[in-house]
């Protein structure tokens, strides 16, 4: 089967497509990447044939940053690009809705890589979850709205939808999270699966590691590796950042991520870092402060580190609360008090926090991640079959 990765090329998004594509791989299919151009270094380490947006016509495409106003350029490339590597089905993330329409187009099945929890509507249940950010119903609802303004963009309005019920799942969704990380009682659409984490990264750099750790052994206070997000608007986390790990008991490497302006203070005992990886440093760390995002999360409870939480927009709001009803991370505010240290030496020294923490870290290590989600792939490529004639009719259409 010849498979076309074409994810968010932002880490987030493209690591557990990897993850899952290196399964397949091994499995005998033929696995591809397409994505931005500066997404090429990742999928050589892990020796997957990659193609550049940009040469499909997706520029910005493939970018988390504007994910909501290339959804047409998206569904171009994604096609252009299937046809050349003679695609049978696609692998792709949450939020995009061209590649969702490619594979409409196209007739091949479509596997969305979703997020640590499921963002749209349950099938029953949740009742009573607050509306952490915004409601189930209002994101389903916005969600929706944008992908039928890109399938008319696309030219394909005119036509039933082919998945009527829900065409945000794809053909399975592929949840890396764990059923406690959802809301109690709430049931997930009969095509979405929890598969686990879908871990994978760049290795490190050993010089660039052992710089790193030359810096922080100057100061020989414990870490917490704080992974800064989005800020969508809201303010900034520096003044917080630079109260806490000024003068206190412990020391901060943060990493940049997506954000932008960084200022910590000169006296704070801050790293400040842009890597491509992240597990190293939270193997280094005790604790770990994020504004509730996906790969932080999981890389801290696959070690079994406790998470501070400190929520924007996005997901954030909703992945957060869910770590908070799990017992395995505590809710920092945005502005620090009389105490800023207080909160993480507290969280520290938390025993039931950090056995929380292993404990959910231990069910999503023995989830299986790749190879469930190469399972389910596999089991949505097989129906319906596609006679020969009908899929050569397919890639070339159009």
Not at 224 to 236: C, E, I, S, W
Not at 264 to 288: C, E, F, T
Not at 313 to 325: I, K, T
Request: charged share 20%; aromatic share 6%; with cysteine.
């Amino acid at each position: 089967m010849n498979i076309l990765l074409c994810p968010l090329s932002d880490g987030g998004y493209l690591y557990p497509a990897i993850a899952a594509g290196l399964e397949l791989r091994a499995r005998g299919h033929r696995v591809h990447v397409l994505g931005r151009s500066t997404a090429a270094p990742v999928a050589a380490e892990a020796g997957l044939p990659f193609a550049a947006a940009e040469d499909f016509g997706g520029r910005r495409a493939f970018s988390a940053t504007w994910w909501g106003v290339t959804g047409a350029a998206q569904y171009r490339a994604v096609l252009r690009a299937a046809r050349e590597v003679r695609a049978d089905l696609l692998v792709t993330s949450v939020l995009c809705n061209g590649a969702l329409l490619a594979a409409e187009t196209l007739d091949i099945p479509v596997a969305v890589i979703g997020l640590s929890v499921h963002l749209w509507t349950y099938r029953a249940g949740g009742a009573g979850e607050p509306p952490l950010g915004r409601s189930r119903e209002n994101r389903t609802h916005e969600s929706l709205k944008l992908y039928a303004a890109v399938r008319e963009q696309a030219g394909l309005a005119g036509r039933p939808a082919r998945w009527p019920d829900d065409p945000l799942l794809g053909d399975a969704l592929l949840l890396r999270g764990d059923r406690e990380l959802e809301y109690p009682s709430a049931v997930l659409p009969a095509r979405a699966h929890q598969v686990g984490p879908l871990a994978w990264e760049p290795a490190a750099d050993p010089g660039e590691l052992a710089a790193i750790g030359a810096r922080l052994a100057r100061s020989g206070k414990p870490l917490v590796y704080v992974h800064l997000g989005r800020f969508f608007g809201g303010g900034t986390p520096w003044p917080r950042l630079n109260a806490t790990f000024t003068g206190g008991p412990f020391q901060a490497v943060v990493e940049q991520g997506r954000s932008t302006d960084p200022r910590p203070d000169p006296g704070a005992d801050i790293v400040l870092v842009r890597k491509a990886w992240l597990g190293p440093l939270v193997d280094a760390a005790g604790l770990v402060l994020t504004n509730g995002t996906s790969a932080p999360v999981l890389a801290a409870l696959l070690r079994g580190r406790p998470l501070g939480v400190s929520p924007n927009g996005s997901e954030q709001p909703l992945l957060s609360g869910a770590c908070l009803r799990a017992e395995v991370a505590v809710r920092v505010p945005a502005t620090a008090g009389p105490d800023p240290a207080g909160l993480l030496r507290s969280a520290w020294q938390d025993e039931r926090l950090r056995r929380r923490a292993r404990e959910l870290g231990r069910r999503l290590a023995a989830a299986g991640g790749a190879a469930r989600a190469a399972d389910v792939i596999e089991r949505v490529a097989q129906p319906p079959a596609i006679s020969r004639e009908d899929h050569e009719y397919s890639i070339g259409r159009l």
